[in-house]
């Protein structure tokens, strides 16, 4: 670590920085599974595979080790040592230009992130607010080590900031269940159509698929996903379909008949929303498959 007071991020392998960063990434992942788990996914998926849960357990500690790391040089001691610089020779306060210089470098990340599609204020505010409590941290490890006359070793900063990270992950565990039993998040439910509401042209976004459901039972497909784990293909064809509503997570399905053509189609399930009406079928491994969705077209 350190002498008390001079500028940097605490020590020369940043101990303090990369720990609180890895503790903060860690809670964050514990309360996304949560919510995860908790939550109702509107398609019906599982929200992991226990292989993929164990692999989880393995490998994330030194993932998160990792990540403590590259954050530590890609913003904690860049934003500290510009901010001890700038503070000295503007005599402002320290604390203000070490958050000025967090947003600054929180912009130029997130401005790389927009370049590659991703949106520029939602990136903005997550990598800033990811750079506030190391700072903090180690603003409290040179305060402290002032006020007792010695730095910390690096045991001892283990010896705090462990501890201190089972605590945040404690509370973010208690955070996302209140919001999971208030209903905030995961109260996802299914619409529950009639079958007059179900005629019409039904599209994928990418514009490969189409089914146009007739109100006399006729069904037009072309480009329809079907199969199974192993092997999806394509149907094109004209046959029937029927609705049949449903309870619980399932509140309708609609079959179809498709003669003559080698494309066997299971049931697809209604979803979406009231306004935004869809038909989702699963595809592929349920641990890891894919869904494909056909969503309701507006009349002209």
């Keep these: ?52 849960l164990l692999c989880l357990i393995v490998l994330g500690p030194p993932l998160l080790l990792f990540l403590g790391t590259v954050h530590t040089f890609l913003m904690t001691v860049p934003a500290d040592l ?69 730095p910390y070793s690096r045991g001892e900063v283990w010896f705090r900031v462990l501890p201190a990270g089972f605590l945040l992950t404690v509370a973010v565990m208690v955070a996302c269940g209140a919001a999971l039993g208030t209903g905030a998040v995961g109260a996802y439910e299914a619409p529950r159509p009639t079958g007059e509401a179900m005629p019409g042209v039904w599209a994928s976004e990418d514009g490969r698929a189409e089914v146009r459901l007739h109100a006399d039972g006729r069904a037009v497909l072309s480009g329809v996903p079907y199969g199974d784990w192993e092997e999806e293909g394509r149907c094109d064809g004209t046959g029937t379909w029927s609705y049949a509503s449903g309870s619980g997570a399932v509140r309708g399905t609609v079959d179809f008949d498709v003669p003559g053509a080698d494309c066997p189609i299971g049931p697809w399930t209604v979803g979406g929303t009231t306004e935004r009406l869809e038909l989702y079928s699963l595809f592929g491994d349920p641990d890891g498959g894919a869904v494909r969705i056909l969503v309701r077209q507006e009349s002209d």
């Excluded at 990369?18 to 949560?34: D, I, K, N, T, W």
């Excluded at 604390?95 to 939602?122: D, E, M, N, S, T």
């Design 82 to 150: 510009a901010g001890h610089a700038v503070a000295r020779r503007t005599n402002g306060v320290l604390w203000q230009w070490q958050g000025g210089c967090v947003a600054a470098l929180g912009a130029v990340y997130a401005a790389a992130l927009a370049a590659a599609g991703a949106p520029f204020l939602y990136s903005w505010a997550w990598i800033s607010g990811s750079g506030v409590l190391p700072l903090l941290a180690v603003a409290w490890f040179h305060g402290a080590a002032r006020k007792r006359g010695r």
């Design 1 to 52: 670590m350190r002498e008390p007071g001079t500028p940097g991020a605490v020590a020369p392998d940043g101990t303090v920085a990369m720990l609180v960063c890895a503790a903060q990434s860690g809670a964050l992942l514990v309360g996304y599974l949560q919510v995860q788990f908790g939550r109702t996914d509107e398609y019906g998926r599982e929200p992991a595979s226990s292989l993929g």
